[in-house]
Every structure is written in structure tokens, then in C-alpha cells.
């Protein structure tokens, strides 16, 4: 993951940084609701307000993803648990805020966006080991060479306990080396797909990619 700061992780987190992450995730989980990814309630975001301690705004438990309110929206630590030291009254984190917050502590992302799109669904599902893309176009819009890279999307088994599901990532995620990017991206089977980035709009490329390249390796298999 590149250290470069998302707009929110420099800040100090008062209520304006808090209102504008609330602004920004109800923004950009409209965009997913309306695509038809984020049905009912499902489907969660979040951005790193700070990295000493971890603080994650993520978008609050069990609402309408296409009508979120810039209020929506939770401080959580690095376990994914509202935090009272935000200085926010009490509200009900995304029941995957915990996995949010392992992936940004993990892999340094300033933005998890988590949404039930079917290619990802469906391909994790083919493919419960990984799903291997290779001479692709699109996978240079997740750091990966156009030709000759084998890219493997890893795929975990769902859970419902945040902290097997974390751990699970953490088996599966390879970070960044000299000569190999990291991948932005992990299914969770029979449920959806995690995708990071240094912001949310990195975050939703990826996203968005990386669905794309799903759809292409589904339509293309034999
Ligand atoms: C509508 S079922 C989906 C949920 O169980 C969950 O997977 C999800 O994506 C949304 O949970 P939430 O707690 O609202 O963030
Ligand atoms: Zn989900």
C-alpha cells in the first residue's frame, strides 16, 4: 500500500474531520447503492482518521446504504469498537467494522469500501483458493503488469466473528515487495469483496476494477 496520507489521516480529528469522513462515505456508498452492489443495507465503508491510536470513520450498522446521512457515521478503534474518546454519543458500528480496521492496519489503506457485487460473489464461489487473473488490461488499475503476471484475488470463507475473518486476510495478504504490488482486494465467499486504497476514491477504482476483471474471467472461463 503506498504511504501517501488520505485527505482525512494528517488531520486532527474534531467534529468538522468527522463531518466531512460523513459526508464523503455517505457520498461514495450512494454510488455503490445505485449501482445496484450495496442492496438494503448491505455493503459498509470506512476511511482512517488516524494512526496512533488506529481511528476509522465507518459508516454506521443495519441503514439503508443508499440513504446515509453525513451523520451516519462511527468512530471506531483498531478492534473495530466505537470509541467514546471521539467524543461522539454511542452508535452502532458496521458489524464489519473489525475487518476494516484489520485491513487498514494491515496494509496502510486510508479507505475500505465493502460491498456484495455479484461477479465477486460469484467468482469466489468458482474459485474458493483464489481467483487468478493474468494478461488482462484492466489489472494495471490495480498495480499489476497488462501481461505475463500471474494476479491472484485471494478468497476466504465467510464468518460471521471479525477477528477470524481478520485473521484469515492476514494469511491470505502478501504485501508490497520490490518488484511485486500488493493486491487491493479480497472476497469474502459467499458473501462479497473488500477493497482498499490511499482514499476512497482509490479505494472505489480498485473496487470497481477488480469487479470488472471478475466479470471478464467468469464470461471468459471454459
Ligand atoms: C443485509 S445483510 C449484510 C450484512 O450482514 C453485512 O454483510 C453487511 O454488509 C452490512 O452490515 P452493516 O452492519 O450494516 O455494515
Ligand atoms: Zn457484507
Do not use: C
Amino acid at each position: 500500500m503506498s504511504d501517501t496520507a488520505n485527505v482525512f489521516s494528517d488531520a486532527i480529528v474534531d467534529h468538522a474531520v468527522i463531518r466531512e469522513a460523513g459526508v464523503a462515505l455517505a457520498a461514495e456508498s450512494r454510488r455503490f447503492a445505485d449501482r445496484g452492489w450495496m442492496p438494503g443495507t448491505a455493503g459498509n465503508l470506512s476511511v482512517t482518521l488516524a494512526r496512533d491510536p488506529l481511528w476509522l470513520a465507518v459508516t454506521a450498522s443495519g441503514l439503508d446504504k443508499g440513504e446515509l446521512k453525513p451523520t451516519d457515521v462511527v468512530i471506531v478503534d483498531e478492534q473495530g469498537e466505537w470509541t467514546p474518546d471521539a467524543g461522539l454519543p454511542f452508535a452502532q458500528p458496521s458489524a464489519e467494522a473489525g475487518l476494516h480496521a484489520r485491513i487498514a492496519a494491515v496494509t496502510g489503506a486510508g479507505a475500505v469500501i465493502h460491498v456484495h457485487a455479484l461477479a465477486a460473489v460469484r467468482s469466489g464461489h468458482h474459485w474458493p483458493n483464489g481467483v487468478v487473473l493474468h494478461d488482462l488490461e484492466m489489472l494495471k488499475g490495480i498495480g499489476h503488469s497488462a501481461h505475463d503476471e500471474r494476479v491472484v484475488i485471494p478468497v476466504v470463507k465467510n464468518h460471521q466473528d471479525m477477528v477470524i475473518l481478520g485473521d484469515a486476510f492476514e494469511r491470505a495478504y502478501r504485501p508490497a515487495t520490490e518488484a511485486i504490488a500488493e493486491v487491493p482486494a479480497l472476497i469474502v465467499a459467499d458473501h462479497g469483496i473488500y477493497a482498499w486504497g490511499r482514499d476512497l476514491r482509490q479505494a472505489r477504482w480498485h473496487l470497481e476494477l477488480t469487479e470488472a476483471l471478475l466479470q471478464i474471467v467468469l464470461a471468459t472461463k471454459v
